[in-house]
């Protein structure tokens, strides 16, 4: 036996003599080491190979991170309305037709149609409003709102002694009515495929619409504006997009102001034109400018032909400015998740919209209905803006459950407006 001993790591090994030829390269079984067998001397010992340098390894690239979202910059956009008259025109004859064939049992469908016209051509950033109530709802609601009315109708006509408590009782449910017919209008209400919200708080409505309201005889209707105000506070409030609420900012002076404002206005007309319309009138008699035989009694004639006249264009003008007052008022003060509305509604446009849409729906015999009402929408909608949008996808859509018609349906019998 020969002992063969690795040079590198001493490794030795007894091998039987000649099985590892004179000169042969051997590897370490420990080591792995390589050298020259050499009998009868110390083993050479083979140059390890150099070890590859290792390759350059690229630093470790890092992990690909989502590029954080920047915040969008804040941006006012529009309200757009892209109805035509024509179209509308096609709705509305229809709709007319069949509610006067079905005696009013079609106003369901047609309030529908109606809505999902205005609804649709209605665009915000570009995309349009949808409205998805079901017209079978409706037509429930529409049931029990018809005989309600007539359960009332016939009270007041062939039971005087109940007609008072029949007003009482229906006076207590217009905050219910009130509450019903906004929860159906909101959730059958979205954009962008999420719904709006309203929250049915009752107590709070009846304290807004019944409350206050009896009060309005034992303040001498001072309490007014601030019943005004509560009700519009109550309807942005309550109402959201998603699970996103709006905040009303406005507060109670702003009405008080705006009532006040308006009241200055109908005095100033009341005690400066008049008066100098009845003095230009009688200097114009006694003068002999209008007619050579003028006498005070034609004079006075005049003079209230001219008052009979003016009473009724200065009642249009005053409710005109307080309607385009309240609207401007109450969106500039709506907020949602950090944007404002604002409403750029003026009075001499409504008043030109209203006076000239009453002269072509007269002149037409009613059949230009819907141009006026196209008109009307698209002028309001197009002096909405809403500024400050940042992100219009950072809403939650909010847990919607069905809500029946009724109340939607009894208001409008009853003639109860809801809208904002």
Request: aromatic letters at 16%; one cysteine or more; proline letters at 6%.
């Amino acid at each position: 036996m020969e002992q063969v001993s690795c040079p590198h790591c001493r490794f030795t090994k007894e091998m039987p003599v000649g099985v590892i030829p004179d000169g042969a390269r051997v590897t370490c079984p420990r080591c792995g080491g390589k050298f020259v067998f050499a009998r009868g001397g110390e083993q050479p010992v083979e140059p390890a190979p150099a070890a590859a340098a290792p390759a350059a390894v690229p630093p470790p690239a890092a992990a690909a991170q989502p590029e954080p979202r920047r915040p969008a910059t804040p941006r006012t956009i529009r309200f757009t309305f892209t109805g035509s008259a024509k179209e509308y025109f096609g709705i509305w004859i229809v709709n007319t037709f069949l509610k006067i064939v079905t005696l009013g049992a079609y106003s369901a469908w047609a309030k529908v149609r109606k809505r999902r016209y205005f609804y649709g051509n209605t665009l915000l950033d570009g995309s349009p409003f949808d409205y998805l109530a079901d017209p079978k709802a409706l037509f429930r609601g529409w049931l029990i709102g018809v005989l309600a009315f007539l359960l009332y109708t016939a009270g007041t006509r062939y039971a005087p002694s109940v007609s008072s408590f029949l007003g009482f009782l229906f006076f207590l449910t217009v905050p219910w009515l009130v509450v019903r017919s906004r929860l159906f209008n909101c959730r059958n209400s979205s954009y962008r495929n999420l719904r709006f919200g309203f929250r049915d708080e009752y107590r709070q409505a009846y304290v807004v619409y019944a409350g206050l309201a009896f009060l309005l005889p034992f303040t001498l209707g001072l309490i007014f504006p601030y019943l005004v105000y509560r009700q519009k506070k109550f309807l942005v409030e309550q109402s959201s997009y998603g699970r996103t609420p709006f905040t009303f900012t406005a507060t109670g002076k702003d009405y008080y102001f705006l009532f006040l404002k308006a009241a200055g206005w109908l005095v100033l007309l009341l005690v400066v034109v008049m008066p100098a319309a009845f003095y230009l009138v009688s200097t114009l008699a006694e003068g002999g400018a209008l007619l050579a035989d003028a006498d005070l009694r034609r004079t006075r004639m005049m003079v209230g032909a001219l008052m009979a006249l003016a009473l009724p264009l200065l009642y249009f003008f005053i409710v005109v400015y307080v309607q385009t007052a309240l609207a401007n008022l109450t969106w500039n003060s709506t907020r949602i998740a950090g944007s404002r509305f604002e409403s750029r509604l003026r009075v001499r446009d409504m008043a030109w919209l209203y006076l000239s849409n009453a002269v072509a729906i007269i002149a037409s015999l009613g059949l230009m209905i819907p141009w006026a009402s196209v008109r009307l929408a698209r002028y309001r909608f197009e002096t909405l803006y809403v500024e400050g949008v940042a992100d219009m996808e950072g809403f939650r859509a909010g847990f919607q459950g069905e809500v029946g018609a009724a109340g939607e349906e009894i208001g409008d019998i009853f003639g109860i407006d809801v809208a904002l």
